[in-house]
């Protein structure tokens, strides 16, 4: 590397000559180097930095694990009128670098004194040190094993864990360094009450539900996280902090700390987009996050899509202290799909309950539907229902997961005659895993099955249709089913399913490769499966993955594009 600069008459240049792994840390951080270009550099000022320079390419190699490098200088000047031209050069060869001999670290405080199999156990911290026997020293590897080290005490049962002594030994001559750490514990932390700032709006019982964490438990720097995740996302507060205070505090009763900015109550919102499964599309919604004055959640959406409309209301309300979320429902649908239009009104109320990682709900409805088929008479239908279902989330990132798998189930019954235009259970399940293949390629795959049993009249809002988007690309939405006459209409199995690749090519973006399968038919016998396959586009976005794709469905021989955001589930 070589680096020029002026001051008055004078030029002054440096090179040096060093090993690729240390030349970046050299030219970044030498003095000399960063004054090369002031203003004011002069002879003086020259000769000091000439002077002090070995020393400084020492202190900065030895940050690096190297403490016996070789160190040439030579310098040079040469006058051409009256600019005088002053050359250096530092040649540089690192020897080798310090390793690893011993390691010593001592705990002290009341951990030492913990019951056998409570957490974090010394052994362990012991064992989890990143800076190993043999390992090459550096003071970046020395400074993270040190955190790495405190962390692990800090984020478990001991909050005000500190280091009180930290020592470095090099031998220079055996390029060897016995390190040794000294850590005092502190006593072991529970957590205690809860306290509540930035409250004004929104009664205080609203956070008090959502809290999962009991007083007298263990403190952990997770639960509290967690905490501040689960009122995150309740979609009442912009920003949330949650925090405990452990300084001067009562180890057996740590307060935990809630601060908090309110969304505004009354929110109204449009929005405009399209679908490649329902076209062009129209959003209204209008939102009180405070009604009647305890934090009922009213929602209220029109959409005008060129295939569906809708009117939904939905009112969600907060968490109660049993950890039971409550919601009451009422629409009006509308969709034209392949030569069926069907139009229903319903209502219902659903209970769900339990983490995002293991979610339970149970409700129940009613529905109204009228459903005209073209070339066929026009039909209502009508059904009272009850519902559970499970989701499973066991992935690494909800928005954009590289592992794990999701599941979900839904069962949906109509139990009594007099209340259906005859009884019947839907059944419902889809499940999608991801598999890192390498560090840059990904496995997604998707299954999905259904089965309705019961009354051959089950509304058609209970019956299946495959195709489209998130279900077998390369078909229309919902054009995959039983055929009558030039419609096609619901039929009582479904099953579809997806293997597809993606190649990321960066971080943010990348190819897929898939192929989609599936239909929906009235029995078994007839249940079978079309193809689709094509190529697409990936980004991660902070909203989940958007995919734009290319099918080619294998039974039309036509081309379809597709739109994906997010994970459905």
């Given at each position: 590397?070589?680096?020029?600069?002026?001051?008055?008459?004078?030029?002054?240049?440096?090179?040096?000559?060093?090993?690729?792994?240390?030349?970046?840390?050299?030219?970044?951080?030498?003095?000399?180097?960063?004054?090369?270009?002031?203003?004011?550099?002069?002879?003086?000022?020259?000769?000091?930095?000439?002077?002090?320079?070995?020393?400084?390419?020492?202190?900065?190699?030895?940050?690096?694990?190297?403490?016996?490098?070789?160190?040439?200088?030579?310098?040079?000047?040469?006058?051409?009128?009256?600019?005088?031209?002053?050359?250096?050069?530092?040649?540089?060869?690192?020897?080798?670098?310090?390793?690893?001999?011993?390691?010593?670290?001592?705990?002290?405080?009341?951990?030492?004194?913990?019951?056998?199999?409570?957490?974090?156990?010394?052994?362990?911290?012991?064992?989890?040190?990143?800076?190993?026997?043999?390992?090459?020293?550096?003071?970046?590897?020395?400074?993270?094993?040190?955190?790495?080290?405190?962390?692990?005490?800090?984020?478990?049962?001991?909050?005000?864990?500190?280091?009180?002594?930290?020592?470095?030994?090099?031998?220079?001559?055996?390029?060897?360094?016995?390190?040794?750490?000294?850590?005092?514990?502190?006593?072991?932390?529970?957590?205690?009450?809860?306290?509540?700032?930035?409250?004004?709006?929104?009664?205080?019982?609203?956070?008090?539900?959502?809290?999962?964490?009991?007083?007298?438990?263990?403190?952990?720097?997770?639960?509290?996280?967690?905490?501040?995740?689960?009122?995150?996302?309740?979609?009442?507060?912009?920003?949330?902090?949650?925090?405990?205070?452990?300084?001067?505090?009562?180890?057996?009763?740590?307060?935990?700390?809630?601060?908090?900015?309110?969304?505004?109550?009354?929110?109204?919102?449009?929005?405009?987009?399209?679908?490649?499964?329902?076209?062009?599309?129209?959003?209204?919604t209008y939102q009180d996050l405070n009604l009647f004055n305890r934090g009922w959640r009213f929602t209220n959406t029109l959409k005008i899509e060129q295939k569906a409309q809708s009117i939904n209301s939905l009112i969600r309300l907060p968490t109660d202290k049993n950890g039971y979320r409550d919601s009451f429902n009422a629409d009006l649908n509308r969709l034209d799909i392949e030569g069926q239009t069907t139009s229903t009104l319903g209502t219902g109320v659903k209970r769900s309950w339990g983490p995002r990682s293991f979610e339970q709900t149970i409700g129940a409805a009613y529905l109204l539907e009228h459903v005209a088929i073209d070339g066929s008479e026009s039909q209502n239908n009508y059904a009272a229902t009850i519902s559970y279902g499970i989701t499973l989330r066991r992935i690494d990132n909800e928005l954009n997961p590289t592992r794990g798998y999701l599941f979900n189930a839904l069962f949906t019954s109509a139990p009594l005659d007099v209340m259906a235009n005859g009884k019947f259970l839907q059944s419902y399940a889809k499940t999608q895993a991801y598999y890192p293949l390498t560090r840059k390629t990904q496995l997604i795959t998707r299954l999905e099955g259904g089965i309705v049993s019961g009354a051959d009249n089950a509304p058609a809002t209970y019956l299946f249709r495959a195709g489209g988007d998130q279900s077998v690309r390369g078909y229309a939405y919902q054009s995959l089913g039983v055929a009558d006459g030039d419609a096609v209409i619901g039929g009582r199995y479904l099953v579809t399913g997806s293997i597809e690749v993606i190649q990321w090519l960066t971080e943010s973006w990348g190819a897929a490769a898939f192929v989609d399968f599936g239909n929906a038919a009235n029995s078994t016998r007839d249940l079978k499966p079309v193809y689709g396959y094509g190529l697409g586009a990936r980004f991660k976005s902070p909203a989940g993955p958007i995919g734009v794709d290319i099918a080619r469905g294998q039974e039309t021989g036509e081309y379809r594009l597709h739109f994906n955001l997010g994970v459905t589930f």
């Open positions: 590397m070589n680096q020029t600069g002026h001051a008055a008459e004078n030029r002054y240049s440096v090179d040096i000559d060093a090993p690729s792994s240390v030349d970046d840390l050299l030219e970044k951080h030498l003095d000399i180097m960063r004054w090369l270009n002031s203003p004011r550099m002069n002879t003086a000022e020259w000769h000091r930095l000439l002077q002090a320079t070995p020393r400084n390419i020492e202190d900065l190699l030895a940050t690096e694990g190297y403490f016996s490098p070789t160190i040439e200088q030579s310098l040079e000047s040469s006058t051409e009128g009256n600019t005088t031209r002053n050359r250096a050069k530092f040649t540089v060869k690192t020897g080798d670098p310090v390793t690893v001999q011993e390691i010593d670290i001592r705990f002290t405080g009341d951990i030492i004194n913990q019951a056998s199999g409570e957490k974090p156990e010394p052994a362990q911290l012991i064992e989890n040190w990143s800076l190993k026997q043999d390992m090459r020293f550096s003071q970046d590897r020395w400074s993270s094993a040190k955190r790495g080290l405190l962390s692990g005490l800090v984020l478990q049962r001991y909050p005000n864990a500190k280091i009180t002594s930290s020592k470095a030994e090099i031998d220079a001559a055996s390029n060897k360094v016995k390190l040794m750490v000294e850590v005092d514990s502190g006593a072991p932390f529970r957590f205690g009450g809860l306290e509540v700032n930035g409250l004004q709006r929104y009664p205080r019982s609203l956070v008090e539900n959502i809290n999962p964490i009991k007083p007298g438990e263990t403190y952990s720097q997770a639960r509290l996280l967690f905490f501040q995740s689960e009122l995150q996302a309740s979609g009442y507060f912009s920003n949330v902090e949650v925090t405990s205070h452990t300084d001067n505090a009562d180890p057996e009763a740590a307060p935990i700390v809630v601060n908090v900015t309110e969304m505004q109550s009354v929110q109204v919102g449009i929005g405009v987009g399209a679908s490649t499964n329902t076209g062009a599309r129209t959003t209204l």
